[in-house]
């Protein structure tokens, strides 16, 4: 079993910057490619931002020049730093990862997400 904790999100104004954090857990020897998407209410759930275990990152266009995608993999944490942030970008954020075990093989697994809000 895995587990994946985003924390981070809130309420915030316009312009302002947070960082969402997701922290996995459980029966795994290592985690893979991870990545944060976002769902706004009425919407399809979209990515924002993908990483490899090795560093290599993507991003949506939308938050190009304004998030960044890291993680620690000595703590199986991936995390996400929003700057500028705008109304559009309150939505539900998940977390989505792959990990890795002995008995399994390769897992992949979501946050129940974390909700962020910007007002204008």
């Known amino acids: 079993q895995v587990q994946l904790v985003e924390s981070g999100g809130g309420l915030v104004q316009a312009g302002a910057s947070l960082r969402l954090s997701c922290a996995a857990s459980?029966?795994?020897?290592?985690?893979?490619?991870a990545g944060w998407y976002r769902q706004a209410p009425g919407k399809a759930r979209e990515l924002v931002a993908t990483i490899t275990r090795g560093g290599s990152t993507n991003y949506a266009d939308f938050v190009k020049g304004r998030f960044t995608i890291s993680r620690d993999n000595a703590k199986n944490t991936v995390y996400l730093h929003m700057n500028s942030l705008t109304p559009e970008d309150t939505a539900v954020y998940y977390c989505?990862?792959?990990?890795?075990?002995?008995?399994?093989?390769?897992?992949?697994?979501w946050g129940q997400g974390t909700q962020v809000t910007v007002s204008s």
């Open positions: 989505n990862a792959d990990t890795r075990s002995l008995s399994r093989g390769l897992l992949n697994s």
């Open positions: 459980g029966n795994f020897f290592s985690v893979g490619d």
